[in-house]
């Protein structure tokens, strides 16, 4: 099974500057992860802003070992997906080194705009 689709993540924490400098404002992001030819994926976040919206978009290169990938086209990054169900949640942990500052961030994704009630 692939992870792919579209995902809204729900919840975040991270010790990245970026993150930390957008926290307070930004709302529940949306993730499309779409397949690419060799086992790569192609990760397209969308951040809603008071103002504007913000895209992301970053190829993920496959390491061959199931749920691992790579980027390196700003700075080095390192995504895993740590859990998932590929139909509901998935738990996302990403390392990040730019210019010798390095950073993690995990995620939950969840494939619903709000999480299902526990019953």
């Known amino acids: 099974m692939m992870f792919t689709g579209t995902w809204h993540i729900v919840v975040g924490a991270s010790n990245c500057p970026v993150f930390l400098s957008m926290k307070e404002i930004m709302k529940t992001s949306v993730a ?27 190829h993920l290169k496959s390491t061959g070992q199931p749920g691992h990938y790579t980027n390196s086209e700003m700075g080095k990054r390192d995504m895993r997906v740590v859990e998932t169900d590929y139909d509901h949640y998935a738990i996302v942990y990403m ?25």
């Open 32 to 58: 499309i992860i779409t397949a690419m030819p060799g086992g790569d994926l192609t990760l397209t976040v969308g951040f809603p802003l008071p103002d504007a919206c913000q895209k992301i978009e970053m």
């Open 95 to 119: 390392f990040k080194d730019q210019g010798g500052e390095t950073s993690v961030t995990l995620q939950l994704f969840n494939a619903f705009p709000e999480l299902p009630p526990v019953s």
